[in-house]
């Protein structure tokens, strides 16, 4: 079976760097995935890793330990505009290719 | 217009009503997903279509009927529905089944009264 588990929420302060832990299991792991989401709206695609180690994209960068069962998203230089939820989801091979979505992570950035 | 639309944005029914939830791509992808996001849970995968057949079913009850008419619209046919279904009803679509990336539309918000 799939269980990926994320913080429910976060807060941090405008101009500081968080960082958005994401555990999974998963029968067959084929990449794993970090969307943002502002209320409201859809799910955007920001990182994706399949294999170990970090990605950098601009101000977010995400890491992988497949060994682990272990990602995380990192935020710096914080910005209003940065408060959303962020989703971790996990292709899994066992589940036709699908992905599997973890509950998301509410960021809250404050002034 | 681009990327991946969704029809009503918002949409309150009755549990006797027949409705019917539309979504389009612009972006010549052949893979067509229905996901449901209820408060506090995780998206839930619900229908995936691959170049218009149907390829997953996640035991998703018979009152929620997909249809993909070609490779750019996918509908969400909706009857009988129970109160426990409201929820945000989003479409995705990406080039194929198993590539990596999956555009969501902006979501159906679904209100069973």
């Known amino acids: 079976g799939q269980n990926i588990d994320q913080p429910t929420e976060m807060t941090a302060t405008e101009g500081a760097i968080v960082q958005i832990n994401c555990t999974y299991q998963?029968?067959?792991?084929?990449?794993l995935f970090w969307y943002q989401q502002h209320a409201g709206e859809a799910p955007t695609f920001l990182s994706y890793?399949?294999?170990?180690g970090l990605e950098e994209k601009g101000r977010f960068s995400s890491f992988l330990s497949r060994s682990k069962g272990y990602s995380y998203l990192l935020l710096k230089e914080l910005q209003m505009k940065d408060s959303a939820s962020y989703l971790c989801?996990?292709?899994?091979?066992?589940?036709?290719?699908?992905?599997?979505f973890g509950p998301g992570t509410r960021l809250s950035v404050l002034p | 217009e681009t990327g991946v639309t969704q029809t009503p944005r918002h949409l309150v029914m009755g549990m006797t009503n027949k409705k019917s939830l539309k979504c389009e791509q612009h972006?010549?992808?052949?893979?067509m997903y229905w996901y449901k996001q209820s408060a506090k849970k995780p998206l839930e995968l619900m229908f995936v279509?691959?170049?218009?057949?149907?390829?997953e079913n996640n035991s998703v009850p018979s009152r929620f009927s997909p249809e993909c008419p070609n490779s750019s619209h996918l509908f969400l046919h909706l009857h009988t529905l129970q109160p426990e279904d409201s929820a945000l009803y989003l479409c995705?679509?990406?080039?194929?089944?198993?590539?990596?990336?999956?555009?969501f539309g902006p979501g159906t918000r679904l209100t069973v009264t």
């Open positions: 989801a996990v292709r899994d091979l066992g589940n036709g290719q699908n992905f599997v």
């Open positions: 995705a679509s990406s080039p194929g089944q198993a590539t990596y990336e999956q555009y």
């Open positions: 890793n399949v294999l170990d």
């Open positions: 998963t029968s067959g792991f084929n990449g």
């Open positions: 279509y691959s170049l218009e057949e149907r390829v």
């Open positions: 972006l010549g992808h052949n893979a």
